[in-house]
């Protein structure tokens, strides 16, 4: 199936802890992206990726980090994980200046 | 980042009932998208809109674009349960930056 896949789809860690979200899309797509879904379902980017070189990187902590091995591949690491960083996060894939492709998100729960 | 202004927040509904949304912002945009977000899932394209005035369908769904590039509308028409979720519309600049709106969330009552 051409598709945006994300893993893992739950993701539940303690204060403090460092972890990674993984994202591949086989639809040979120049551009990914990651955006973060909050309680109210407010969408905001976090950061843009074309042709593994990061083209928007909104006011996010450092503590976030994405690494772009290949076109296929925006992977999502975070540092020192907070309560505030619990939410759904979502990659994203697109042809240049094209609607996006969704995954299906990856529900991070910090306690 | 620009600010996309979604109304309405919610919606409830009666089956067969149709629906409006509509979506403005102080910036101008080159795509305006409305998507829809599933419980669990992801959002998924409904409608793409990419001039001006236009004005396209989607089976029982209608979009436009706005004449100043600055708002889009959704309509739905003869609603039905599975309409039940979340809409949203996005604004998309040149450069792949694609702003969302806070989402209309609609409840369809059989």
């Known amino acids: 199936d051409t598709a945006v896949s994300q893993t893992p789809k739950y993701l539940v860690t303690q204060m403090g802890n460092d972890k990674s979200i993984k994202c591949e899309q086989n639809l040979g797509h120049d551009t990914m992206y990651w955006y973060k879904q909050d309680s109210k379902k407010f969408l905001k980017i976090m950061f843009s990726?074309?042709?593994?070189?990061?083209?928007i990187n909104e006011t996010v902590p450092n503590r976030f980090s994405p690494k772009s091995p290949d076109k296929a591949h925006l992977n999502l690491h975070i540092n020192s994980l907070e309560l505030g960083d619990s939410a759904v996060y979502f990659c994203?894939?697109?042809?240049?200046?094209?609607?996006?492709?969704f995954g299906n998100g990856t529900r991070l729960t910090v306690t | 980042g620009q600010q996309l202004n979604q109304s309405p927040q919610s919606m409830f509904i009666q089956e067969g009932e149709d629906v409006s949304m509509n979506c403005t912002s102080s910036?101008?945009?080159?795509?305006w998208l409305w998507y829809k977000q599933d419980p669990g899932e992801g959002p998924v394209l409904l409608i793409a809109l990419y001039k001006a005035g236009e004005l396209t369908s989607n089976g029982r769904l209608t979009a436009q674009f706005g004449i100043t590039r600055k708002d889009s509308f959704l309509n739905i028409s003869a609603s039905i349960p599975s309409d039940v979720g979340i809409y949203f519309c996005?604004?998309?600049?040149?450069?792949?930056?694609?702003?969302f709106g806070a989402g209309t969330r609609l409840t369809v009552k059989p």
């Open positions: 996005a604004g998309q600049r040149g450069n792949n930056d694609m702003r």
């Open positions: 910036s101008i945009f080159n795509t």
């Open positions: 990726y074309n042709n593994k070189e990061l083209i």
């Open positions: 994203a894939s697109s042809p240049i200046g094209s609607p996006l492709h």
